[in-house]
């Protein structure tokens, strides 16, 4: 059974940095597509940022310059930095074989807030 968790989730002060990871198991294929989504209170979940297996990456306008997606194998990271209270929502790993993946974490509450 494919299992992604998340963890670094939690509250941080405007400007302040945080760093996500999440590691899948149960699988013995490497995801062509892995990532973050997000949904803050209130809205639709959107895709924060993606990479592939081969090392290709997209990110959401709203965190470019800010935010940098990287992984190894089944296991992607994102370092958050300069956050900003708009950040705020449930972050969810994902991957699989496309765009979402068929696979997602619990998620993770991030917290941008003084």
């Known amino acids: 059974q494919v299992q992604f968790v998340e963890s670094g989730g939690g509250l941080v002060q405007p400007g302040g940095s945080l760093r996500l990871s999440c590691a899948a198991s149960g699988s013995s294929l490497t995801f062509y597509t892995m990532g973050w989504y997000r949904q803050p209170p209130g809205k639709q979940r959107e895709l924060v940022a993606g990479i592939t297996s081969i090392g290709d990456t997209n990110y959401v306008d709203s965190v470019k310059g800010r935010f940098t997606i990287s992984r190894d194998k089944n296991t992607v990271s994102l370092q958050m930095n300069s956050l900003k209270p708009e950040d705020t929502a449930v972050y969810y790993c994902?991957?699989?074989?496309?765009?979402?993946?068929?696979?997602w974490g619990q998620g993770t509450q991030v917290t941008v807030s003084s």
């Open positions: 994902n991957g699989g074989w496309s765009w979402p993946g068929n696979y």
